[in-house]
């Protein structure tokens, strides 16, 4: 009687799960037919989601990458040199600015500047053009012993003529004592 | 020769002057008052005669007499009287000696009188122009002038450079003219020229750019000045004749030009060595030789009257002062020592002495002194930044920027210092003149 009883059971189980396999396999079978897929196929399908992922990527990364240069370039022009009065000497704090300069310049391994140099109001005409220029120079010659190449900066004097701040306060004179860099 | 009065008034004068400045080594004073601009000698120009009658004339007789009284008052060494306590009746009174009554004229206090007579006719014109001593009651100079009547100023102008002859030893400056920068409302500087007495402007570039600094040649044929064109500062040396410019655009600085008193050549700073030096050049920009050799700012050539020597701006002991260049000897002394910062030196034509701009407390102001360190004197004072002054071809006359009105405008004073007064109104912003040779 026992014995009855588990041949009863094991083809109780056994029968659903032979149905189900053979249920299940008619199934993607049934797919397969409808599709026209092959493994090929749906491997190259793969392949290009891929690759389309990958150009994206790359897209992406290239557009920070231009991000993140184009915030780098204009913190560097934004950033001046400032001088004392009559001066062409870089203080402390000039000679940091222009450290973090030869940073940009050597990690920007193809840009090439222009060293502007400006003078405030006070002096006259034509010793200011002469002034602009040592402060241009001063700022060259610092980044050049920094191991920055000579060729890829320019310098220019503008004397007095280009002040950023037209105020004739001490503040405003401290403003346009300046070198300033532009990216060519 | 001036009669007496005239001439010892001004000898005394200079006497006084010479005698007053040779103390005055150490400090220096405000406008010294001993000087041949102090006394103005009074003289009477009435309104000049119409000969024949005629409108064109009674107008060129009129315009003529007006154009000779402000030649002189513009030279500083006369004082007009007014023609409404004038005696004689200009339309009647004879115009040459035999006739006139001079106690008309010394009993106003006129020591000096000039008449003229005009004829006209198809638009050609006759001057005649005399200048008579009241008190010797005796014609001094007499001359005769014809031309268009487009040539009346130049006529009027001949005379007055005879006056000024006869007066000073030296002709004047009535053929010169003054070249400046305006600065437009686009911020544009360009540079004009206008006559001694600010008539007849002439924009003369049209770079739509930066120019600064103009410079004559000798003979006023040309003005160097640097644009801004390209970019960068490049020297152009102009020519009016030619309406051409020869540019020198070496790599850096090419400013602050000065001609060589004769011949064909100018000094300017170029830094292309990596330092601003002074050097010589040729007309055409070649350069002939380097005139400066320090390291730091040298600047601002200007030579002496006779080539043998060059003031000029330098830092080379550590604030910017005027030397002196022996250009025989190679020689080099200083020449300033009043103050902190003394630039833009102009030496005058006369020799004896240098103009230059002093900067001191934030206040700018013109000073001269003596080729010779002498005699140093302050022009102005209180009125504004007042620099880049040039000498009148005779030396008499000094033309300078003020901000004394707001903006920056063109002035012109005596040499020493007296009668300041405003050359032309222009919209905008004028600077840096520079005063020509005279023709004549």
Same mark, same amino acid.
């Given at each position: ?12 189980? $056994? ?28 491997? !190259? ?140 | ?189 360009? $540079? ?228 300041? !007064? ?19």
């Amino acid at each position: 009687m026992r014995r009855k009883i588990w041949v009863l059971l094991a083809m109780l189980l $056994v029968l659903p799960a032979f149905m189900m396999t053979t249920a299940c396999s008619k199934k993607a079978a049934v797919k397969k037919e409808a599709a026209g897929m092959s493994d090929e196929e749906r491997a !190259r399908l793969e392949a290009e989601r891929q690759k389309e992922l990958e150009r994206q990527r790359l897209l992406e990364e290239e557009r920070l990458r231009k991000e993140a240069a184009a915030a780098a370039q204009t913190k560097f022009e934004a950033e001046h040199i400032y001088y004392a009065f009559d001066s062409s000497t870089l203080d402390a704090t000039a000679q940091d600015t222009l450290r973090l300069k030869a940073q940009y310049l050597r990690s920007a391994a193809d840009v090439a500047v222009t060293i502007e140099g400006h003078c405030d109001e006070r002096g006259t005409v034509e010793y200011n053009l002469a002034l602009g220029d040592r402060r241009a120079e001063a700022a060259k010659k610092f980044l050049a012993d920094m191991g920055i190449d000579a060729s890829r900066m320019t310098t220019v004097s503008y004397g007095e003529e280009r002040p950023l701040d037209m105020g004739h306060t001490e503040d405003a004179w401290e403003k346009n004592r300046r070198a300033q860099f532009v990216v060519k | 020769m001036p009669t007496k009065s005239v001439i010892s008034g001004v000898l005394l004068a200079s006497v006084l002057f010479l005698a007053a400045t040779a103390g005055f080594a150490a400090n220096y004073n405000i406008v010294d008052v001993t000087n041949p601009f102090a006394r103005k000698i009074p003289i009477a120009i009435p309104h000049f005669k119409p000969m024949e009658g005629g409108q064109a004339e009674s107008i060129a007789s009129r315009k003529s007499s007006e154009m000779l009284e402000s030649a002189l008052m513009f030279t500083g060494y006369f004082k007009m009287l007014d023609r409404g306590a004038y005696l004689a009746d200009p339309e009647t009174m004879p115009i040459d000696s035999p006739g006139i009554n001079f106690r008309n004229w010394t009993g106003i206090g006129a020591e000096l009188l000039i008449t003229g007579g005009l004829r006209e006719q198809s638009g050609q014109l006759e001057m005649e122009l005399r200048l008579f001593d009241t008190f010797k009651e005796q014609v001094i100079i007499g001359k005769r002038y014809s031309g268009s009547v487009e040539d009346q100023r130049r006529m009027v102008h001949k005379f007055c450079a005879e006056i000024l002859f006869w007066l000073t030893g030296s002709r004047g400056f009535f053929d010169s003219r003054i070249t400046y920068i305006s600065t437009e409302e686009s911020g544009n500087k360009e $540079v004009y020229v206008c006559d001694f007495d600010g008539e007849n402007t002439r924009k003369i570039t049209s770079l739509r750019s930066i120019c600064l600094s103009p410079a004559w040649s000798p003979d006023g044929g040309s003005i160097a000045f640097t644009s801004y064109k390209s970019g960068k500062p490049d020297l152009y040396i102009y020519s009016l004749s030619d309406n051409h410019s020869t540019v020198v655009a070496e790599k850096g600085l090419n400013i602050s030009p000065a001609w060589f008193p004769t011949g064909n050549q100018l000094a300017a700073t170029l830094s292309f060595s990596g330092d601003p030096e002074i050097y010589l050049l040729t007309g055409s920009g070649k350069i002939i030789k380097q005139l400066t050799k320090d390291p730091g700012i040298d600047v601002s050539p200007t030579f002496s009257p006779d080539g043998r020597k060059m003031a000029f701006v330098s830092k080379r002991q550590g604030s910017p002062q005027v030397y002196i260049k022996n250009l025989d000897s190679g020689s080099v002394d200083r020449l300033t020592f009043n103050g902190k910062n003394n630039t833009q030196p102009e030496w005058s034509p006369k020799g004896d002495k240098i103009l230059y701009t002093a900067i001191e407390d934030n206040q700018i102001n013109i000073f001269v002194i003596g080729a010779d360190g002498q005699g140093l004197a302050q022009l102005t004072s209180g009125s504004g930044d007042n620099e880049g002054g040039s000498w009148s071809p005779d030396g008499s006359m000094i033309v300078f920027s003020s901000s004394r009105d707001g903006n920056e405008k063109i002035y012109v004073m005596t040499a020493f210092g007296t009668d300041q !007064r405003r050359l032309f109104s222009k919209p905008g912003k004028q600077s840096e003149p520079a005063w020509s040779g005279n023709r004549e």
